[in-house]
């Protein structure tokens, strides 16, 4: 099964608006890191936020982590339609690196 | 810095055949990851690969198998290929250390007829 699960499974909205999405985990873990993939290509790694901080900024992205309850979320600011694509946040277990979890994903629709 | 660069892009099998799929790291990675992502699922691992040793398996049968070479670079090889096997298969790198983002490459689509 998969440790994260993203939600919502898809978010339509339209330039200029915000898109939020969550995901939740099951186990304990040592970072978590969100991902965007482009039409079922490569994954591009967005940010990473370690076990023992609670937010992180990078441009018009933040993550928030709150591990007392095992979630993250993703703020994507001002949306562009270069944004839409398949969000997957992927947790990294306590005591095993590089064995990445991912949930289903968020797919984001951005329209003009 | 090319990235994580994986080789072919796409690939086209018979069921039962076998395959091999390759993957040249990041500069100055020395781990190797792979990941099956079925279409509409999330990437699933497979195995990792440090020190051209077999380091951490994911829930995969036998039938796939992996090989990491001294310049880091690594191949997956699945054997008696099913349809089920169908997928983008991805390679990740990364140093050998906690908190540190994974790279991934462009994948290969593999389509078992």
């Known amino acids: 099964s998969q440790q994260g699960e993203e939600d919502p499974q898809a978010l339509s909205i339209q330039e200029g608006e915000n898109a939020t999405m969550n995901c939740s985990y099951k186990t304990s873990i040592n970072n978590l890191q969100w991902y965007r993939q482009n039409s079922g290509r490569g994954l591009v790694h967005l940010i990473l936020i370690r076990s023992n901080e609670r937010e992180k900024h990078s441009g018009r992205l933040r993550v928030t982590l709150d591990t007392s309850k095992k979630s993250s979320s993703l703020l994507i600011t001002a949306s562009r339609a270069a944004d839409t694509a398949s969000y997957f946040c992927a947790t990294v277990p306590y005591d095993s690196w590089g064995k990445f979890q991912f949930g289903a994903g968020t797919q984001v629709v951005v329209t003009p | 810095d090319a990235g994580v660069t994986q080789s072919p892009t796409h690939l086209i099998k018979t069921r039962g055949q076998q395959v091999t799929l390759r993957c040249s790291p990041k500069s100055g990675h020395d781990t190797v990851s792979w990941y099956q992502q079925a279409l509409g699922q999330g990437p699933q691992f497979i195995f990792q690969?440090?020190?051209?040793?077999?380091?951490q398996r994911g829930n995969f049968p036998d039938r796939f198998s992996g090989h990491q070479f001294p310049n880091y670079s690594s191949e997956l090889n699945v054997n008696a290929l099913l349809l089920g096997d169908s997928a983008l298969y991805l390679c990740?790198?990364?140093?050998?250390?906690?908190?540190?983002?994974?790279?991934f490459g462009q994948g290969t689509r593999l389509t078992v007829v």
């Open positions: 990740a790198s990364s140093p050998q250390q906690m908190n540190t983002e994974a790279f």
């Open positions: 690969y440090y020190e051209e040793e077999e380091r």
